[in-house]
């Protein structure tokens, strides 16, 4: 599910917004200075010694420090500026064949191998009410080793002032260009983990991300009516030369309609288009509801692909693990184990990885030292394999976790984590544009607006932030009110066209929310623009009082 | 570490404020201590403790301000959480919409801790879980659920002499039990802030009793019905209106309570003349801390609908002294008035309809109407001559709250809802409403 866990970051702060709580507030000076391997290692050890002298088979220690800073900014001002660290030590084991979980914000010897025992008695009390033992499949233990997303500039080291001025310029450049109002924020994270397991890892990674998400508002103020349209950027594993955007990262959307990013982004250039088509959309014409051909560029279908595919092919959903919040999955084991069990059309092949350069999946191993890798969940439009942890791989014959582990803090324990789970592009040479010319009767629409899927993944409705009609082959105006409502697998083997590896791109979930209690993860979807055939497109316009 | 006490909550906070250089500081400390205990496929998946108490502090120069906050107290972490938070304030824009640290407020307490809740232990918790595993194990069934209790406290103080310090305690309980064929699924939700009101028997048995009569669901066509909404079926839609009652977007003209021409709609009739909803933080079923955390403004108990019209809306410090209104705390709960009559004694009263248990995934499809999509889960019925005939398959839905509260034909009991995406604490009533807007099927179960 795509939602967030928001809590309140400097609450007592006159103008503190909503924003998500990582840790605590520290200076920028100090966020520069990395924690010693060999003081990690030494923790790690503590724990695993204590563990296994407690009686567990297994143990894996995960040593955390999240850094992040969010600048936060309304209209002409800055509202919230805020430093966050968390760190602390998180310990997992087996013992009687049940897991335990013990986490620890104080980092001495001591303290993380009493919390290993406390990980051991938890494990032991819990496997009472165990009805199989947990089984893992094997990882090879890779020794000491240290992995980092590839980046050019370290946002820590840019000067806050260069980062609020960018927000304001884009702010003020909606304004101009048509919006009343303008809201836009910038989240940077760094995560540096440890992971040491008793398979013999000692793994040392530092990770980073970075989102700047805007909305700018138009309202006619004598018709009563308002219109907002939000940023179309993509959140990425990079550093901030994301922002040194060059003419080719710049895309023509089909028919020029607006501007689109890949590899890099215009903020000020996207928030100036924004404030003068939030101003356009106040005056679009409304949808006629029906049946329409839809072409869904990658700002929009990720979230749809996210959705209807990503979260219905996690296997602890479709066992049953997520069944009290999140929901099963209708992609049971007896569909995949029929090998014809038809997801797509022919022209459907879905990728699940977590390798591609600039995701926000992107990582070296994942929170059980699985090294990370990509394989096929959907071939041919045929559902040939789920996402995977350790203690799951047997359940589908796989010999190896697809490296799925994740936990958005040292102080929660890891389950299985979404993937990037990404639409290959076609193979036949198409454009935007080429594809919008066979069609009678369409939709363009581009960006991520309103989203709901049931807790099978049947049954969606999807808006986006643009809409455009096409008639006979030609984008003829703007519309509004618009949203579609599907079947996923209806949808998927309604699509008919995909076009090729030069429109492909990524889109992502900065925060996408799964469990009880909750955590956050980031996913990125990477599609090509994609036609679906025939499918149901309502009006959401409605009068009250 | 341990809860604080009062008196060193006032230590801490004096010894912060002591240590400030800056024109004005305000402090916040939240302890914590959050159990929970996990389980799917009839077993336990998870169950952990979490204890955690952190200070905010936030500093001024002028209307330069910065935050910055830790967890550890001893006084070389005092000084440096100080420190921190003028170097950040130091280097900040001016914000010309900055607010001056209130002044002295009257906080009268609220009944936020219970001794029973915070008595709760590991042993209590694996209890819940094992009631509600073999209620379901007895039927065949199958029970994922979860359980949570947090105690804590919260402080707050500044340098004009506010502070505040106040114990909490409350509970959540979900469990989801399923047939095996996964043709039937029933849900049942509690929340209460005292562990004397809960009774995991009871609510593992709504469940079971739901998902046992579930199985064979037909299928109804689309359309607009009268519906019986369980009181957690509405909790987060009410709950989403709520969070579009601020004053300073109704003004600006982008909320669904903007007027034509500008200015905002209070004291409109929006509603029918039963919809009475207000906010109380002395409510005993539903009690929160008697100040907005955020501006430490002290709460009051305010009408929110009255007789269907628009009674208050919610003010900033900002908004209200720019637009000559008074600004309170943020409320913490909403209070709907309901009848005496039970879900039950509804149904009872119902020739044909729905009856809904649960919504699901409930978002934002026009802000403009409020327009808001979802779907129905884990125990939807067909209701005709004031019985459940069978059960039918979910629908998504597309309705506005306020177009769902100018159709109610009868409200039921209020009762204590904690909902997922919501941050109120809520008293909510069953409600029988007509025409609700049902625009398509799903095969979920």
């Given amino acids: 599910m795509e939602r967030r866990s928001f809590l309140k970051v400097g609450a007592v702060a006159g103008g503190a917004l909503l924003v998500p709580v990582f840790g605590n507030a520290i200076a920028a000076e100090e966020l520069l200075n990395p924690m010693a391997v060999q003081f990690k290692k030494s923790l790690a050890d503590a724990a695993m010694n204590a563990a296994t002298k407690a009686g567990a088979t297994y143990c894996d220690v995960r040593i955390g420090r999240y850094l992040n800073q969010f600048i936060t900014t309304r209209d002409l001002n800055v509202e919230d500026i805020v430093n966050t660290e968390s760190s602390g030590v998180g310990v997992r084991v087996i013992a009687n064949g049940a897991y335990g979980f013990c986490s620890t914000n104080v980092m001495t010897l001591d303290s993380v191998a009493d919390a290993a025992r406390q990980a051991v008695a938890i494990a032991k009390a819990n496997s009472k009410l165990q009805t199989e033992p947990v089984v893992l499949a094997p990882v090879k233990g890779v020794g000491e080793v240290a992995w980092a997303t590839p980046f050019k500039k370290d946002w820590r080291a840019v000067p806050i002032a260069e980062k609020a001025e960018m927000l304001l310029a884009a702010n003020k450049a909606g304004m101009e260009a048509g919006a009343n109002f303008m809201r836009s924020m910038l989240f940077q994270v760094n995560q540096q983990k440890y992971f040491a397991s008793t398979d013999g890892s000692y793994i040392d990674q530092d990770i980073h991300r970075l989102w700047s998400p805007f909305t700018a508002t138009a309202v006619d103020k004598t018709s009563g009516k308002f219109r907002t349209r939000d940023g179309l950027s993509s959140p990425c594993s990079m550093g901030y030369e994301f922002f040194d955007c060059k003419p080719e990262n710049r895309i023509k959307a089909a028919g020029g309609v607006t501007t689109l990013y890949k590899g890099a982004y215009d903020l000020i250039e996207d928030a100036r288009a924004a404030g003068r088509q939030a101003k356009e959309k106040l005056t679009a014409k409304t949808v006629e509801p029906g049946k329409y051909d839809l072409v869904l560029s990658p700002e929009h279908l990720f979230l749809t692909i996210h959705e209807s595919v990503g979260h219905a092919t996690e296997l602890d959903r479709v066992l049953g693990y997520e069944a009290n919040y999140a929901g099963t999955s209708f992609a049971t084991l007896d569909k995949w184990k029929s090998k014809n069990f038809k997801y797509g059309s022919d022209l459907v092949n879905i990728v699940a990885d977590k390798t591609t350069p600039t995701s926000l999946g992107l990582v070296g191993y994942d929170d059980e030292g699985v090294a990370s890798r990509r394989w096929d969940l959907i071939r041919n439009g045929v559902l040939v394999n789920y996402q995977a942890t350790r203690d799951q791989a047997a359940i589908i014959g796989e010999k190896e976790s697809h490296g799925c582990s994740y936990a958005d803090s040292w102080s929660s324990v890891q389950f299985q984590r979404m993937p990037n789970v990404s639409l290959e592009a076609g193979k036949k040479k198409l454009t935007p544009d080429e594809m919008v010319k066979d069609i009678k009767k369409g939709i363009y629409i581009l960006g991520r607006g309103s989203y709901s899927i049931d807790q099978q993944r049947y049954n969606f409705q999807f808006g986006g932030q643009l809409y455009f009609e096409i008639k006979n082959g030609k984008i003829v105006n703007q519309l509004e009110d618009v949203a579609y409502q599907s079947n996923t697998q209806e949808f998927w083997n309604a699509c008919t066209a995909l076009c090729d590896e030069r429109d492909w791109r990524l889109g992502g979930s900065f925060f996408d929310g799964k469990g009880q209690p909750s955590q956050v993860s980031a996913v990125s979807h990477g599609s090509p623009t994609t036609r679906f055939n025939g499918i149901n497109v309502i009006n959401t316009a409605r009068k009250i009082g | ?445």
């Fill in chain 2, 1 to 445: 570490m341990k809860m604080l006490t009062q008196d060193e909550a006032k230590r801490i906070c004096d010894k912060v404020l002591s240590l400030s250089r800056a024109d004005e500081c305000r402090v916040q400390i939240n302890g914590s201590r959050n159990g929970n205990i996990r389980y799917a496929r009839n077993a336990v998946s998870t169950a952990g403790l979490t204890q955690n108490t952190q200070l905010t502090v936030s500093v001024a120069f002028g209307k330069k301000q910065g935050t910055a906050s830790i967890n550890e107290f001893d006084d070389k972490s005092l000084e440096k959480v100080v420190r921190r938070a003028e170097d950040v304030a130091r280097l900040a824009p001016e914000n010309p919409e900055f607010q001056p640290a209130i002044r002295k407020q009257e906080y009268k307490p609220s009944a936020t801790f219970s001794e029973a809740t915070a008595a709760i232990d590991p042993e209590y918790r694996a209890e819940v879980a094992a009631m509600s595993i073999n209620a379901a194990r007895k039927q065949g069934l199958i029970a994922a659920g979860f359980f949570s209790d947090t105690t804590g406290f919260e402080t707050v103080a500044n340098s004009n002499g506010v502070f505040g310090y106040q114990t909490l305690s409350n509970l959540g309980f979900t469990v989801t039990t399923r047939t095996e064929d996964g043709r039937g699924s029933g849900w049942v939700t509690r929340s209460a802030n005292d562990a004397r009101k809960f009774d995991a028997r009871e609510a593992s048995e709504i469940a079971i009793e739901k998902a046992v009569k579930s199985v064979d669901a037909k299928a109804l066509e689309p359309g607009r019905y009268t519906v019986i909404l369980e009181p957690a079926a509405t909790s987060e839609i009410i709950g989403r209106m709520f969070g579009a009652f601020d004053a300073r977007q109704a003004d600006e003209g982008r909320s669904f309570l903007s007027k034509k021409g500008g200015g905002n709609r209070l004291g409109e009739k929006l509603f029918d003349e039963q919809v009475n909803i207000w906010a109380d933080p002395w409510n005993p079923d539903v009690p929160v801390l008697p100040w907005d955390s955020q501006a430490m403004l002290a709460r009051e108990r305010a009408d929110v609908i009255k007789g269907g019209k628009v009674a208050s809306l919610d003010y900033t410090r900002y908004w209200a002294e720019k637009q000559g209104q008074r600004a309170a705390g943020r409320h913490g709960n909403m209070i709907m008035a309901g009848g005496g009559k039970s879900t039950e004694e509804l149904i009872a009263s119902t020739k044909k309809g729905i009856l809904v248990t649960r919504t699901w995934y409930i978002r934002m499809v026009d802000p403009q109407s409020l327009l808001l999509t979802g779907l129905t889960r884990d125990g939807t019925f067909y209701i005709e001559n004031g019985k459940i005939k069978h059960p039918i398959k979910n629908f998504r839905f597309n309705e506005s709250p306020v177009t769902m509260l100018n159709n109610i034909d009868e409200l039921g009991k209020p009762v204590v809802i904690g909902g997922d995406e919501v941050r109120f604490q809520m008293l909510i009533p069953p409600m029988k409403v007509r025409d609700f807007n049902f625009t398509s099927l799903s095969d979920a179960v």
